[in-house]
């Protein structure tokens, strides 16, 4: 166990569960049906994975009320998360394994709460989890510091203790922003700007296990 350690911190889409797939239909369907126009490529749309729907939506959506588009995009995407979110190879043994090691494990993500706890019990994550904070659970969103200082707040755990997983830029300014490491995974499809920047990068979850075992 790296002892330098006490709690690991994941963000979700793209690193605790693989959405790219739910998201770019998700998307491609709202465009079809409320402005053809925007369509975006599914490269464009893999860009999407990270930033707030409070942010992408309005950008997206700009002639139409957020609460309208935001319940459609949840009403869209709820048949996508069934078909296509799925966890990472080795990414179950690799939780057991942090787990028995004696770490807390917590989600910090700019997903709601409800649809957060959902990917959990859908992946068989939740026996795992310590603690979900969700999007609605703080008042401003990644990469504001807010979820993972609720997060060390509520174990009463020191900065220096705690490590920050994400997969992409936005997950690294969170990190930084709330002054703990960070642990990058690149295995992604996104062009990463901070591989030279993170206190870790990691190709797949075995990595991860093995630098924290």
């Known amino acids: 166990m790296n002892k330098k350690y006490k709690i690991l911190i994941f963000d ?3 690193t605790i569960a693989y959405t790219d797939e739910m998201i770019i239909h998700t998307f491609w369907d709202l465009y079809d049906m409320y ?3 925007m369509k975006k490529t599914r490269e464009e749309l893999l860009y999407f994975s990270g930033p707030p729907l409070k942010v992408t ?6 002639n139409l ?3 309208f588009i935001h319940n459609e995009f949840i009403r869209v995407s709820t048949p996508y998360y069934e078909k296509y979110v799925e966890l990472f190879p080795d990414e179950l043994e690799t939780f057991k394994a942090l787990k028995d090691k004696g770490y ?3 989600v910090v993500t700019n997903k709601g709460h409800e649809k957060a706890q959902y ?3 859908k992946l068989g994550l939740n026996e795992y989890i310590s603690l979900l904070i969700g999007g609605g659970d703080v008042s401003e969103m990644k990469p504001h510091p807010e979820g993972i200082n609720k997060v060390l707040e509520t174990f009463n755990i020191k900065k220096e203790e705690a490590l920050y997983i994400g997969d992409n830029d936005i997950d690294y300014l969170t990190a930084c922003h709330a002054n703990v490491d960070s642990m990058i ?3 992604g499809p996104r062009k ?3 591989l030279d920047k993170a206190t870790y990068v990691v190709d797949s979850y075995l990595s991860i296990k093995e630098i924290l075992c």
């Not at 939506?57 to 700009?62: A, C, N, S």
């Open 104 to 106: 807390l494990l917590a």
């Open 119 to 121: 990917v959990l019990d």
């Open 35 to 37: 402005n053809p126009s």
């Open 192 to 194: 990463l700007n901070v």
């Open 57 to 62: 939506l309005p950008q997206e959506f700009p």
């Open 185 to 187: 995974c690149s295995w």
């Open 12 to 14: 979700m889409d793209g």
């Open 65 to 67: 009320d957020f609460d």
